[in-house]
Structure formats: structure tokens, C-alpha cells
């Protein structure tokens, strides 16, 4: 099943934000993230997330156990980065054999770390606190996307927990014929192509029963549909969104004062 | 309160050379409960899904009229609710109480209206769980409970079941029943509801119509009088009839034994009991050891160790002659000593035709092509397979899939067949031919554990029971 653990509780003020809210102030932070290549823009803006997340009723223990393997990738996208940079530029700062790093080349390979530790942040801070179902609701309320789409993705998102365990029992089912991977490469491709076939298989027919189910209950006739769930812009919410947006063109303009500001490309 | 009427209806679906349904004129008075009976393939589910409004012009052909209180059936959609056969793939929320709401949304209720409304449905179906329940934590039961409750919510006055059990063990669908027996006192809709498991039913309906296997009308009227006309034909078109007489096939003496199960156990990653707590048996050549127990018991669960399927936390089971336990074995080999047989067909076939699937498992032991090819033709024949020799086993129908998977298990001349719910949801045709295909295997000399919630298979078969109970046996008897 796939559950994990919340890092909120249910009433906590991120979680009771509205999620095309959360969704905005996400792509603001990250935006200024992407956008400015230099080292100190991101990370001013990490230094605002973990101001802002003690107001936003998210427990530091659960939030860095999810973060720890994002922050571990953006620590090895780094590492890589500095490593084999096209150009050492710089004061040398280490020489082993073929290995050499330049001052230059660590700027910036940090730089592009921090940038995918902040998306990291702010992203898990934004949808790990949102329930599916309130941004379907959301979605279809504030943004007027099409029911057909948003509800659509919504049942099927539903569905992907089922296809791990289905993976299992044709694996299972599949050693009882006599097939099993072993070490030979060769015979372990056959055997993912073979149940990934047996898989989508029983994913479309169960795709094509979910779609007779969902019209047989009248979703996508012509009539208009009324909402279950309100979901409205309160003003926290409008105040999270300026604070998202003030905080990124601080860290820009701050960035930019110092004169430490690159933009990408 | 709404009047059913086919009137010359012909479909035929996409791609499809012959129609679905020929020619079908019906006529259902507002206010009827009519159960609808045929072979498999006869186009009932077709003609649900015509008055449904679920047959659009672009899935298929179509000829002849559809009318609901006179009008078209497809400007009739929102008048109809419909259940059908699969819990997993009815609902569409996260939540239970959601998932209820998502209907009443779709017919565009003012949003006061809707949360008493769901309310009042999960009570009619006796739903156990506050609305917020996660739908994917429900029992199948319990899944099929909220989609009704979902059909209900919407005040239908047509409602159509499309075989609304046939997925679940004998608890849930007894709830389920019990559910549509109270929904139904409260409600005048007209019912259609299709069902081959007769009996349970038929205190719901007032009206039996059987259809013949091209869809033409058989047989219109009370059920008693149905029954006592056309009972035969019915059976053995596979609708259990009530009071019709079952096999039964009682084995001779065991011989020596096949397949041994020492103390196995397991239990699950981040489970807190174990599903399975030390059980022991013996399985003996020539006989059928039946495991029961409800949901939950461990049944499945003894049918994965027994087969060697799944690592054991503790214990083993061994097969004479090989010294590894048979979770230790190579697949290949396993194969020769042990076929499992499993719920869902499809999940075991592993290539292209019905011949290939029967050559897998003996080429990967290895086997000479001459005996290879014996071996396959033989077990063509013997299950009447022979003339589907050429096709793709995924477009097989259900009791022909059925019958590949025992034969693949079979493949590989092992001495032990598992099977996991062999008669699970199929109609009286298709279980009569296993339950006659499984007591010919046992005769040959198999020892085979069958894994089930059918009492009536149990009768037919076995001749020991083992009943399970949080993982452990609470009983063991000995039969006939």
C-alpha cells in the first residue's frame, strides 16, 4: 500500500491552506530557485523555508526523514557537477592524479545543489500536505480545469497502489510456471517485459470498468456538476501566496545587491 | 418508477464480427423485479449496459430501439443506477463518504442536499465505517456495500445489478444481500438484476426471464414455474438451479504421501501477527485436502508456502526425493514437483498461444522434444483445449482460461496440484466441468490441496478439511 507517513496533522495551517494555493506559492519559490544560478539565492531561500516552517505546522522529524534521500541526490548532483564541470576554472583546490577541482567549478556545481535542494523543499512542504482529493477539488473550483480530466487523473491515481501488489502476485504466479529471473540478465529482461505485458493488460481492462462505473453513476453527461467540498481563497491563503512571492524577489533582489546575482541563461 | 422496453435490439460491439445481442424484444412494467438468466455469452451484461445508456454510437453497432417509460434509453442515463460484478473498480474516491458524494455531484444536487443524502445511503447499506474511511482499507464486502449505497444515493428508478456477488466470498455477499433486501422494501424502483447463483435471490425478484445462448427469450414468468419448465436447460446452461442435484465424486484410498508442510509460518513485512502460525500437513497421492476459513484466515497464504511460492519466516515444505525445501528450488524445477493453480488465470500465462503456454513449463525443465510434444497433445485433449490450439490465451473466456491454467500447472507432470479458489465466480456449467476435471486429475494419482470458500466443492471432492482460523488449524476432518 502505499501510505507514508503525514507531516502534519490534519489541521495544521499548511494543511488547511487551499491546495491551488500551496500549488502557486511552490512554483514562485522554485521558480526563483531555477532561475538565479548563483549560490546565494537559493540559499537565502532555504533560510526562508525553515523560518517559515515552524508557522506551518509541519514537524521537523517527519519533514527531514522524507527530505534526507532528496537532499542526499542534490548533495551527489553537486558532487557531480564539480567533479566533471567542462572547466576547472579557479585556484586549484585539489589535484589527485587525473582529478583536479577549481575554486570555480565548486561555486558552481554548490550552487546547482542548493537550487535542487530548495525545489526539493518547497515541494515535499507543498504537496506532502495536500490530500489528492482537495487538489481535484481545488483544481476544479479555483482553476476551472475540466472534470473530466482532473477527476479523471484523480480515480486513476486511485488505482496505482493496486499495480504493486498485482506486480507481486503475477511474479509470484510467474515462478509457479517456471519462470524466474535468476541472475541471467538476458532472462531477466524477458521476465519484467513479460509481467509489465500481464500487468498493463489487467490495467486497461480495470481502466475501461472504472470508466463504465464512473458514467453508469452520470460523470461527464452534459449537465453541470455541483461540488461536495467547497474550496475557497481565504485571506491566509492570499497571504501566503504574497509571502511566497515577496520571499523569492527578496532573495533575488538581496542576491542582486550583493552583486553575487547570475541569471541562468 | 420506470417501463423497460427492447424492441428488435441488435448490438454488436466494435470489432466484433458476430452481435452481442440479436433481435431481443422485452418488455418490463414499471415497478417489476425480473431476474435475468442466460449462458455465458447470451448478452445480458449487454442489455444492462444499454439501458445504463452505456453502449454509445462510437463502441458499436446498433439496430432496433431501447426505451425507458417510452423515451430513449440514453436520455434517460440519469434515471438508472447500476452495480456491477467488480468491487476494486466501482469506486472513484479516496474516501468513503466521497466516493458516495461523487454521484450526487454528477446529477448537479445542491451541495446541503448532498451530505444528508450520503449519510441516509451508507445506513441503508449498513456501511460500518465513519464517512472519511479510506475506501482502499475496505474488505471486498464492504467496497461493493459503499458502491451500492452510491447507486442508491442517487434515488434511481431503474436499478440494474450486474451480478453484484459473484466477486465476493460467501460473508460479503451475504451482507450485500441483505443490503439490497432493505434498500429495495424502501424503494419502488423497477429492478433488473442478473445472477447466476439463483437461490439467494430469489425472494427479490417476482419475475424470471431466461434467455437462450443467441439471446432469443426461453422462458417469462414466476420462478417456480420457470424452474419447473425449463430447470434442465437452465442447468446446463449453467444457472444454478435451485434444488438441482450435485455431483459428487468421492476419491479412493490415498497412497503414499506427496507433499509435506512442517510448522509453516509466515508473517508479512510491518505485519503485527503472522498470517500463517505453524501448520502442518500431509498430502497423499489420489486424495483432495481442502482448506477453509474465512477472509483473513491464511488460506492463501498456506497455498503460497505450500507451492513454494513465498519464503517462509519459519518451517518448510518438501516433496519426497528433494532434499531442498521447495521454497529453495529453481522455478524450472519447482515446476516438476509442485503446480499452483492461482485466482486469476491471466496472471499465469506467460506466452503467446494455448500450445506454447502447455510447452512452457516442460521446455524450461528441460524436457526432449518428443516428449515434450506427447505431453502437450495429451493434455490438449484431455482438456478439451485441442481446437484453441492456435489462440492467444488472454481472449480465452473465463472457464476456458480456467481450464489452461490447470492444464499449464499440469504441464510439467508435477505429483501436486495447489489450487487457490478454483470455482470461484463461475456459473454451473464451468464448475461442474471443473469439478469433474479436478476429480479425474485426482484419480490419475495427483495429491491435491484446493484452497476454498465453496461448500459445495468441499462436498464434491474432498476427503479431508482442514479449517484455518487467525493463521492456525481449528479443526481438522476427515470425509467420506
Request: proline share 7%.
Given at each position: 500500500m502505499l501510505t507514508i507517513a503525514p507531516i502534519c496533522g490534519p489541521d495544521a495551517p499548511i494543511a488547511r491552506a487551499n491546495p491551488v494555493t500551496k500549488l502557486f506559492a511552490v512554483i514562485a519559490v522554485s521558480t526563483a530557485a531555477l532561475v538565479a544560478a548563483d549560490w546565494l539565492t537559493p540559499l537565502l531561500l532555504l533560510a526562508a523555508l525553515a523560518v517559515a516552517t515552524p508557522f506551518s505546522g509541519v514537524q521537523w522529524g517527519p519533514l527531514l526523514r522524507r527530505l534526507r534521500w532528496l537532499w542526499f541526490a542534490a548533495g551527489a548532483v553537486a558532487a557531480a557537477n564539480t567533479v566533471f564541470a567542462a572547466e576547472q576554472t579557479g585556484t586549484t583546490l585539489l589535484s589527485l592524479g587525473p582529478l583536479e577541482i577549481g575554486a570555480g567549478a565548486l561555486t558552481d556545481g554548490v550552487a546547482i545543489g542548493l537550487r535542487v535542494c530548495v525545489a526539493a523543499t518547497v515541494g515535499v512542504l507543498g504537496f506532502a500536505t495536500t490530500d489528492p482529493t482537495d487538489l481535484a477539488d481545488a483544481l476544479t473550483q479555483q482553476l476551472r480545469t475540466s472534470p473530466r480530466f482532473t477527476i479523471g487523473s484523480l480515480a486513476a491515481l486511485r488505482m496505482l497502489p493496486l499495480l504493486g501488489a498485482e506486480w507481486r502476485q503475477i511474479t509470484t504466479a510467474r515462478r509457479a510456471r517456471g519462470m524466474e529471473g535468476g541472475r541471467n540478465p538476458l532472462r531477466r529482461a524477458r521476465l519484467f517485459a513479460s509481467t509489465m505485458f500481464t500487468l498493463l493488460v489487467g490495467a486497461m481492462r480495470r481502466a475501461g470498468r472504472l470508466a463504465a462505473a464512473m458514467d453508469a453513476r452520470?460523470?461527464?453527461?452534459?449537465?453541470?456538476?455541483?461540488?461536495?467540498?467547497?474550496?475557497?481563497?481565504?485571506?491566509?491563503?492570499?497571504?501566503?501566496?504574497?509571502?511566497?512571492?515577496?520571499?523569492?524577489?527578496?532573495?533575488?533582489?538581496?542576491?542582486?545587491?550583493?552583486?553575487?546575482?547570475?541569471?541562468?541563461? | 418508477m420506470i417501463s423497460v422496453e427492447f424492441s428488435g435490439f441488435t448490438w454488436r460491439h466494435a470489432g466484433r464480427r458476430a452481435p452481442a445481442v440479436a433481435d431481443v424484444d422485452l418488455r418490463v412494467e414499471a415497478g417489476e423485479r425480473v431476474l435475468l438468466l442466460g449462458p455465458s455469452g447470451s448478452g445480458k451484461s449487454t442489455l444492462l449496459a444499454a439501458l445504463a445508456g452505456l453502449l454509445t454510437t462510437d463502441s458499436g453497432e446498433r439496430h432496433g430501439r431501447v426505451l425507458l417509460d417510452g423515451e430513449d434509453a440514453a436520455s434517460r442515463r440519469g434515471c438508472v443506477g447500476m452495480l456491477f460484478q467488480d468491487p476494486e473498480t466501482q469506486l472513484v474516491m479516496a474516501r468513503s463518504g466521497d466516493d458516495v458524494a461523487f454521484g450526487l455531484e454528477n446529477q448537479a444536487v445542491p451541495r446541503e442536499e448532498i451530505w444528508p443524502r450520503v449519510r441516509e445511503a451508507l445506513e441503508a447499506v449498513g456501511f460500518p465505517y465513519p464517512m472519511g474511511h479510506p475506501t482502499h482499507a475496505l474488505s471486498g464486502g464492504e467496497q461493493q456495500r459503499l458502491a451500492l449505497a452510491g447507486v442508491l444515493a442517487r434515488r434511481p428508478e431503474l436499478i440494474l445489478l450486474d451480478e453484484p456477488t459473484a466477486n465476493l466470498d460467501p460473508e460479503g455477499a451475504g451482507a450485500i444481500r441483505e443490503a439490497l433486501r432493505a434498500a429495495l422494501t424502501d424503494t419502488p424502483a423497477t429492478l433488473i438484476v442478473v445472477e447466476h447463483r439463483v437461490a439467494d435471490i430469489l425472494?427479490?425478484?417476482?419475475?424470471?426471464?431466461?434467455?437462450?445462448?443467441?439471446?432469443?427469450?426461453?422462458?417469462?414468468?414466476?420462478?417456480?414455474?420457470?424452474?419447473?419448465?425449463?430447470?434442465?436447460?437452465?442447468?446446463?446452461?449453467?444457472?444454478?438451479?435451485?434444488?438441482?442435484?450435485?455431483?459428487?465424486?468421492?476419491?479412493?484410498?490415498?497412497?503414499?504421501?506427496?507433499?509435506?508442510?512442517?510448522?509453516?509460518?509466515?508473517?508479512?513485512?510491518?505485519?503485527?501477527?503472522?498470517?500463517?502460525?505453524?501448520?502442518?500437513?500431509?498430502?497423499?497421492?489420489?486424495?483432495?485436502?481442502?482448506?477453509?476459513?474465512?477472509?483473513?484466515?491464511?488460506?492463501?497464504?498456506?497455498?503460497?508456502?505450500?507451492?513454494?511460492l513465498v519464503k517462509p519466516t519459519r518451517g518448510e515444505a518438501t516433496v519426497p526425493g528433494e532434499r531442498t525445501p521447495l521454497h529453495r528450488l529453481p522455478a524450472n524445477r519447482l515446476a516438476t514437483r509442485v503446480g499452483s493453480v492461482f485466482q486469476d488465470p491471466e496472471h499465469q500465462f506467460v506466452t503467446a498461444t494455448v500450445r506454447d503456454e502447455l510447452a512452457f513449463a516442460p521446455r524450461a525443465a528441460g524436457w526432449p522434444r518428443e516428449r515434450i510434444d506427447a505431453r502437450v497433445s495429451e493434455l490438449l485433449e484431455r482438456l478439451r483445449l485441442a481446437p484453441l490450439a492456435e489462440a492467444n490465451p488472454h481472449t480465452l473466456s473465463g472457464g476456458e482460461a480456467r481450464r489452461l491454467s490447470v492444464a499449464g500447472a499440469l504441464a510439467a507432470a508435477p505429483g501436486v496440484l495447489l489450487l487457490d479458489e478454483p470455482t470461484f465466480g463461475q456459473d454451473r456449467r464451468t464448475w461442474g466441468e471443473l469439478v469433474d476435471l479436478t476429480a479425474d486429475i485426482r484419480d490419475d494419482g495427483t495429491a491435491i490441496l484446493a484452497v476454498t470458500h465453496d461448500r459445495d466443492f468441499v462436498a464434491a471432492l474432498a476427503s479431508r478439511e482442514i479449517a484455518l482460523e487467525d493463521g492456525r488449524v481449528r479443526s481438522e476432518t476427515r470425509r467420506c
Open positions: 452520470g460523470f461527464d453527461s452534459e449537465m453541470p456538476r455541483t461540488h461536495a467540498r467547497v474550496q475557497r481563497m481565504r485571506a491566509p491563503d492570499w497571504l501566503l501566496l504574497a509571502a511566497a512571492v515577496a520571499v523569492s524577489a527578496a532573495a533575488v533582489a538581496v542576491s542582486a545587491a550583493l552583486g553575487t546575482f547570475e541569471m541562468l541563461i | 425472494d427479490l425478484v417476482d419475475r424470471v426471464v431466461a434467455l437462450g445462448p443467441g439471446g432469443e427469450l426461453l422462458a417469462d414468468g414466476p420462478a417456480e414455474a420457470v424452474f419447473a419448465e425449463h430447470g434442465d436447460t437452465l442447468a446446463a446452461q449453467g444457472v444454478w438451479v435451485p434444488g438441482a442435484p450435485l455431483p459428487a465424486h468421492p476419491g479412493g484410498t490415498p497412497g503414499e504421501s506427496r507433499l509435506h508442510g512442517e510448522s509453516l509460518s509466515l508473517t508479512y513485512p510491518g505485519a503485527d501477527r503472522p498470517a500463517l502460525d505453524g501448520v502442518d500437513f500431509d498430502l497423499r497421492a489420489g486424495e483432495l485436502l481442502a482448506v477453509t476459513g474465512a477472509n483473513g484466515s491464511g488460506k492463501s497464504t498456506l497455498a503460497l508456502l505450500a507451492g513454494g
